[in-house]
């Protein structure tokens, strides 16, 4: 008897002492729903990484340690109800500086279609996008960095976080820096939330483009070209965005010189721009702390100010319509107009500097009564305290004279703008409080 225990004790012993020997990279465990595969950083990180995001099942986890990670091309998935996630931001460096031609642009590509949480990790120095994901419906990107390690360049990946043609996309507690595009970005999307995040040191902080229901609450953008951007573009499957609103956010200093590749529509971003709305509709800005910005803290423009054709594009629709400007704080912005639209404004208005909102006017002749908007899709502009404002008439200058418009045109009285429209109501995403 004595003797078969010792046996079964050494036994039970050996075998502990075995899985104890077990590196991090070959453990697998479980989690509530499905396995969880442990990746450790070394030579063979990118094959185990790679074999693990293709063999994986609906609700496993792949789940990086803590550590600098060297890959030399794209991480890529495709297996619906997957969570990517590191030891935190600070922690977990997935770094893609030794990226080659021809070996994918992207960071991580997801092309999950259903339930797909990154967490927890850094993606760094990406040739391309840092994280891009495409038509995935209930994504999280939560507690995620992606930078590039020189700083703000042109040669800079477009996107840090980059949903495209998604739904229910929440994005929180994320950091995005020195993307040449946006910091984070979601485009002909549906249903989302952006909160408590930072972006900094983009051209766009954030941008939501050809979107239909998004929240974008309580973020700081600071220090980037163009803080916030609201926009609808041509070209794209999603024609326009709407019922997007951006609420308890701090707008601060968006100051940095325009380092966007020359030809990308965020290349028209002037400097110093903190929240700009471009062809977009059913949009309310309001409880924002909105300062510092040099060009304006906030403007209201149709997509004919980027002077680019769009009339091929027989489904778009290039006019600002329903926007609702209320209770924002706005201080100390417009002290250094710049890039050529500021520099337009300037010259046309005469001044050094311009107002906190700047509007350029342009109204769809199909849709106005009277040479106004109907009440329902008018602009409205109110209770945003001491702040300022033009309408410089976009539509009335001569572009080959741009400082020659018709006397009596532009416009820095407020009340044709006051009022309002019916709020929008919150973004709900099944599961999310």
């Known amino acids: ?56 099942k609906a609700g496993d986890v792949i789940e990086f340690g803590e550590g600098t990670f060297e890959f030399g091309s794209t991480l890529s998935c495709s297996v619906d109800e997957i969570t990517i996630r590191g030891q935190g931001e600070d922690k977990t ?4 500086a030794s990226q080659k031609q021809g070996t994918g642009g992207e960071g991580l590509s997801i092309t999950s279609k259903k339930k797909c949480t990154i967490e927890d990790l850094a993606v760094v120095d990406a ?14 990107l939560r507690g995620v960095r992606t930078s590039w390690s020189g700083g703000p360049k042109t040669e800079n990946g477009a996107y840090g976080l980059y949903p495209v043609l998604c739904k229910n996309v929440l994005i929180e507690k994320c950091i995005a820096t020195d993307a040449s595009d946006a910091g984070i970005y979601v485009g002909q999307s549906e249903n989302i939330i952006v909160r408590h995040n930072r972006a900094e040191h983009n051209v766009a902080g954030i941008e939501i483009e050809n979107s239909v229901n998004a929240d974008v609450y309580e973020n700081v953008a600071t220090h980037n070209t163009g803080g916030i951007l609201v926009f609808s573009l041509p070209g794209l499957e999603l024609k326009v965005g709407r019922n997007c609103r951006v609420y308890d956010n701090e707008v601060v200093e ?14 028209n971003v002037p400097p110093g721009t ?29 997509y004919l100010v980027t002077t680019r054709p769009f009339e091929k594009d027989k489904g778009y629709d290039p006019y600002c319509e329903a926007i609702f400007i209320h209770d924002n704080n706005f201080k100390d912005n417009g002290g250094q107009p710049g890039g050529k639209l500021g520099e337009l404004i300037a010259g046309l208005i005469g001044a050094e500097t311009l107002p906190d909102i700047v509007y ?43 400082t020659a418009p018709k006397p009596g045109e532009i416009s820095t009285d407020l009340k044709p703008y006051e009022g ?6 919150p973004v709900k995403i099944a599961g999310v409080n």
Do not use: W, Y
Not at 127 to 140: N, R
Not at 282 to 297: D, H, P, T, Y
Not at 420 to 425: C, F, S, W
């Open 420 to 425: 309002e429209i019916p709020k929008l109501e």
């Open 274 to 302: 903190g929240v700009m709305i471009l062809a977009n509709r059913q949009v309310e800005v309001f409880n924002n702390e909105i300062a510092n910005n040099q060009n304006c803290g906030l403007s209201i423009c149709s």
């Open 254 to 267: 968006n100051n940095h010189e325009n380092f966007a590749p020359p030809g990308n529509t965020v290349a």
């Open 127 to 140: 040739k391309g996008d840092a994280i891009k994901i495409t038509g995935c419906d209930g994504l999280t």
């Open 360 to 402: 350029d006017g342009v109204i769809d002749p199909e849709k106005a009564v009277d040479g106004k908007l109907p009440p329902e899709i008018a602009i409205r502009i109110r209770d945003n305290g001491d702040a300022d404002f033009v309408n410089f008439d976009f539509a009335g200058i001569d572009l080959s004279d741009p």
């Open 93 to 96: 460096i997935l770094s893609f």
């Open 1 to 56: 008897m004595h003797t078969s225990r010792l046996h079964l004790v050494l036994v039970v012993c050996g075998a502990l002492a075995l899985a104890g020997c077990v590196k991090p990279s070959e453990q697998a465990g479980e989690s509530e729903s499905g396995n969880v595969t442990k990746i450790a950083p070394g030579d063979d990180a990118q094959k185990k990484a790679q074999t693990a995001m293709i063999n994986a």
